[in-house]
């Protein structure tokens, strides 16, 4: 099985930056980081869950949605099972809880499905 922990989350005052990480542990035979694209939603106050973007398995593909395409960055260290959210230029309505996921296929994720999900880290972006 895959289990993911998110860190890095906290408060910043609009238009700065920070990086959030998602490391993950894998239990499953035959599987290593490698066999997962990996994905980041957020889910703002009172709001359901968004897709924010996606990395593929090998680092080859990112995709992002077009509310943070250009001020956020995905990317992935096989060296340490982690995956990374840079954000800049952050707005209040970035405002949310972040999750990262992983899935065998990233056309899942790309339709909010992940086969593992991690707990969640909160970002606070203040006017």
């Known amino acids: 099985q895959v289990k993911l922990v998110e860190s890095g989350g906290g408060l910043v005052q609009s238009g700065g930056s920070l990086r959030l990480s998602c490391e993950a542990s894998i239990r499953t035979s035959g599987r290593t980081f490698s066999s997962y694209s990996m994905g980041w939603f957020r889910q703002p106050p009172g709001k359901e869950r968004e897709f924010v973007g996606t990395i593929s398995w090998d680092a080859g593909n990112t995709y992002y949605a077009d509310s943070v395409k250009g001020r956020f960055t995905i990317s992935r260290d096989s060296a340490k099972n982690t995956v990374y959210l840079h954000m800049n230029k952050l707005k209040p309505e970035d405002t949310a809880i972040y999750y990262c996921?992983?899935?065998?296929?990233?056309?899942?994720?790309?339709?909010?499905?992940?086969?593992?999900w991690g707990q969640g880290t909160q970002v606070t972006v203040s006017s």
């Open positions: 996921a992983a899935a065998i296929r990233l056309a899942d994720l790309l339709i909010n499905i992940g086969d593992y």
